[in-house]
Nanobody, 121 residues
């Protein structure tokens, strides 16, 4: 089972940017797809974006044009560049190793500890 470690969260003001990182314990080229999720207080965990091994990406509607998911296979790391942050982006962000078919991501069993992103007005 792959071990995932997220980092890069913090406290920022609305309109600013953050880049999250997710480093896997194994070669991510062997993983069909990687994704980021967000969980706001009192809400269920919600999918944000995924990237396949071939580089195909898809995003939750509310983050399209602001967030960019990317991967560095040599570092076994997936990134989430978050620009023009809004208060509603405040959440704990988790990455996941799973599978993607078409525009759907199917999460796997492994979750990291998450990284907190707080956006103030």
């Amino acid at each position: 089972q792959v071990h995932l470690v997220e980092s890069g969260g913090g406290l920022v003001q609305a309109g600013e940017s953050l880049r999250l990182s997710c480093t896997a314990s194994e070669n991510i080229t062997k993983i069909n797809a990687m994704a980021w999720y967000q969980q706001a207080p009192g809400k269920p965990r919600d999918w944000v974006a995924f990237i396949t091994g071939g580089g195909t990406t898809d995003y939750k509607h509310s983050v399209k044009g602001r967030f960019t998911i990317s991967r560095d296979n040599a570092k076994n790391t997936v990134y989430l560049q978050m620009n023009s942050l809004k208060e509603e982006d405040t959440a704990v962000y988790y990455c996941n190793a799973g599978q993607a078919y078409g525009d759907r991501f199917y999460y796997g069993a492994s979750w990291g500890q998450g990284t907190q992103v707080t956006v103030s007005s």
